[in-house]
């Protein structure tokens, strides 16, 4: 039998070869093959063995492949056969799931994964508004896009869409959220790095006051006179009043049930789920009521306590939206821009400069963790006693703010 030489094909010799009745091959050398079709289609063919047994390598289409690419990728897949022993059909499969994939792991998903995650530590107000923020704001421009295949610029395109209507503060926030799912997907190794620098010039950084407040004790007593004159509903004008004695997280206040109050014992347990800082908890945390909080609470009681909430949203078994007593804070407060927050900020000044309670105190009041890691695992103190004195005399402060009297420090027993 005559010897193969290598290469024994040409362009020519291919195009000539027409098609039988019956397939039929060409050779080409070292196991390269053209296979010859009753339709006229041509296919590239290797011919090896791996293991003592005999593999079949389909290449490619001829004219899409070429002689010459055929030649190439014939050489590659026997190096592979024979010198690293890999089989080609099994690595080609391999390499086609990978894609299969990263092609399936869209940022949409990773987020969705990160979300269900982080849901466990956010509380659930936060976690609402990174989705809602994610559906409205992202997914539509970066969503469908493989995780491994968005760079810094993709992400950009996202956020100057929010920096062009003006939302700075909200476009900082998004991006960092979106940096925390690259860097979720990095410890899960589905990509080699976050493509999101520490700093993007190109995105004008927000500057402002984070939570507005009220400037003043004056500025406090003219909200709380302004209050009576309040056009809104009952159930809102007592989350603004509540909001000014309680100085808890608005958003805690605003979705808080009535199962979690004992208006005897004068107390407020937060469910540690609900708590933003419930990762730095172990247990709940515990709001003192003053009195003027439990008459405000029983008297709300009369109207919302058939139902879950304190502030149930009208026609729908939802507490009131955050935008609900935002508008609330703007039209009694028209001096100047406060928000719900603030009240925490206003608090606290007015705690501190007082000099009549101490700093664990208040940051226990206001369910701050330490920022001692070490000290906070060792301190377990609750100041339930202090905290107690501490809510009647900020409501007590807050009356006569609003009655414009002369403002007196309390003395401690």
Same mark, same amino acid.
Request: glycine fraction near 4%; proline fraction near 4%.
């Given at each position: 039998m005559k010897k193969l030489t290598s290469n024994s094909l040409n362009d020519l010799a291919i195009k000539a070869a027409k098609p039988k009745a019956q397939p039929y091959t060409l050779r080409d050398g070292d196991g390269l093959f053209l296979l010859v079709h009753p339709n006229g289609s041509k296919y590239f063919q290797l011919r090896t063995t791996l293991h003592n047994k005999r593999k079949l390598i389909q290449l490619g289409t001829y004219p899409e492949l070429s002689l010459s690419e055929a030649r190439e990728q014939s050489r590659e897949k026997r190096k592979q056969v024979k010198i690293e022993?890999?089989?080609?059909?099994? !690595?080609?499969?391999?390499? &086609?799931?990978?894609? $299969?994939?990263?092609?399936?792991?869209?940022?949409e998903k990773i987020a969705e994964d990160w979300l269900a995650i982080k849901q466990r530590t956010l509380a659930p107000s936060t976690y609402l508004k990174i989705k809602q923020t994610f559906n409205a704001n992202v997914y539509g421009v970066i969503g469908k896009y493989p995780i491994k295949d968005i760079d810094n610029q993709l992400v950009r395109k996202c956020l100057m869409?929010?920096?062009?209507? *003006?939302?700075?503060?909200?476009?900082?926030?998004?991006?960092?959220?979106?940096?925390?799912?690259?860097?979720? $997907?990095? =410890?899960?190794?589905?990509?080699?790095?976050?493509?999101?620098? @520490?700093?993007?010039? +190109?995105?004008?950084?927000?500057? *402002?006051?984070?939570?507005?407040?009220?400037?003043?004790?004056?500025? $406090?007593?003219?909200l709380l006179l302004n209050l009576a004159d309040y056009g809104g509903s009952f159930e809102v004008a007592t989350c603004v009043y509540l909001q000014m004695h309680f100085a808890q997280r608005? =958003? !805690?206040?605003?979705? #808080?049930?009535?199962?979690?109050?004992?208006?005897? &014992?004068?107390?407020?347990?937060?469910?540690?789920?609900? =708590?933003?800082?419930?990762?730095?908890?172990? &247990?709940?945390?515990?709001?003192?009521?003053?009195?003027? @909080?439990?008459? #405000?609470?029983?008297?709300?009681? #009369?109207?919302?306590?058939? =139902?879950?909430?304190?502030?149930?949203?009208?026609?729908?078994?939802?507490?009131?939206?955050?935008?609900?007593?935002?508008?609330?804070?703007?039209?009694?407060?028209?001096?100047?821009?406060?928000?719900?927050?603030?009240?925490?900020?206003?608090?606290?000044?007015?705690?501190?400069?007082?000099?009549?309670?101490?700093?664990?105190?208040?940051? #226990?009041?206001?369910?701050?963790?330490?920022?001692?890691?070490?000290? !906070?695992?060792?301190?377990?103190?609750?100041?339930?006693?202090? +905290?107690?004195?501490?809510?009647?005399?900020?409501?007590?402060?807050?009356?006569?703010?609003?009655? *414009?009297a002369k403002i007196l420090p309390l003395k401690l027993a």
């Open positions: 022993h890999v089989d080609p059909i099994v !690595e080609a499969k391999l390499i &086609k799931q990978q894609k $299969a994939k990263e092609a399936d792991n869209t940022f869409i929010m920096q062009k209507r *003006g939302a700075l503060e909200f476009m900082e926030k998004t991006r960092g959220w979106i940096k925390g799912v690259f860097d979720f $997907a990095l =410890s899960d190794r589905l990509i080699s790095e976050n493509p999101i620098p @520490a700093k993007d010039e +190109r995105l004008i950084k927000h500057v *402002g006051e984070k939570f507005p407040r009220l400037k003043s004790m004056q500025d $406090a007593g003219k608005p =958003s !805690e206040l605003r979705c #808080a049930r009535w199962a979690e109050f004992d208006l005897e &014992k004068a107390i407020w347990t937060l469910p540690l789920e609900q =708590s933003k800082s419930r990762k730095y908890m172990t &247990k709940p945390h515990t709001v003192m009521l003053s009195k003027q @909080a439990v008459e #405000a609470l029983k008297e709300l009681q #009369a109207y919302t306590g058939h =139902s879950e909430y304190l502030f149930s949203a009208r026609l729908v078994r939802k507490p009131i939206s955050e935008a609900t007593v935002r508008k609330a804070f703007r039209l009694i407060f028209t001096d100047y821009h406060i928000v719900p927050h603030g009240c925490r900020h206003f608090f606290s000044t007015q705690a501190n400069e007082s000099g009549l309670f101490r700093r664990d105190v208040i940051e #226990a009041f206001l369910a701050h963790s330490d920022k001692d890691k070490i000290r !906070e695992v060792y301190n377990e103190a609750t100041y339930d006693n202090e +905290r107690r004195q501490l809510a009647q005399w900020w409501s007590d402060q807050l009356d006569v703010m609003r009655d *414009g």
